[in-house]
């Protein structure tokens, strides 16, 4: 699998092969995303869409903690983007977004 989603010219492609790769969750998917966000525009439906994605795998995911801690980090990534309009997020700015962005866990039944 390519690691990047540039190759692919339509920008509504790239978003539903995003979208499939965060619920599916492949091996190197969290780079692949990390590096799609990079390439978002920061106001972009896209960007939103990616998010609030994230955010949903978070919330009602079967996740272990280190997904979670990975997803926690897109989600951040995602956050930085949009308000500060950081082309490139990088661990300094991802770590300043507060906890309190991550939407709280439902219990697994």
């Known amino acids: 699998m390519s690691r990047k989603l540039g190759a692919i010219q339509s920008?509504?492609?790239k978003h539903k092969l995003a979208l499939l790769l965060i619920?599916?969750?492949?091996?190197?998917?969290?780079?692949?995303?990390?590096?799609?966000?990079?390439?978002?525009?920061?106001?972009?439906?896209?960007?939103?869409?990616v998010f609030h994605t994230l955010k949903h795998e978070y919330q009602?995911?079967?996740?272990n903690d280190k997904n979670?801690?990975?997803?926690?980090?897109?989600?951040?990534?995602?956050?930085?983007?949009?308000?500060k309009g950081i082309e490139s997020p990088g661990a300094k700015v991802i770590n300043k977004v507060s906890d309190d962005v991550l939407p709280k866990r439902m219990p697994a039944e």
């Open 23 to 49: 619920s599916e969750r492949p091996s190197g998917w969290d780079s692949i995303i990390g590096n799609h966000i990079k390439e978002l525009n920061k106001n972009s439906f896209y960007l939103f869409d």
């Open 68 to 83: 979670l801690k990975t997803i926690a980090t897109l989600i951040k990534m995602s956050i930085a983007k949009h308000e």
């Open 60 to 63: 009602f995911g079967r996740n």
């Open 11 to 13: 920008e509504l492609k």
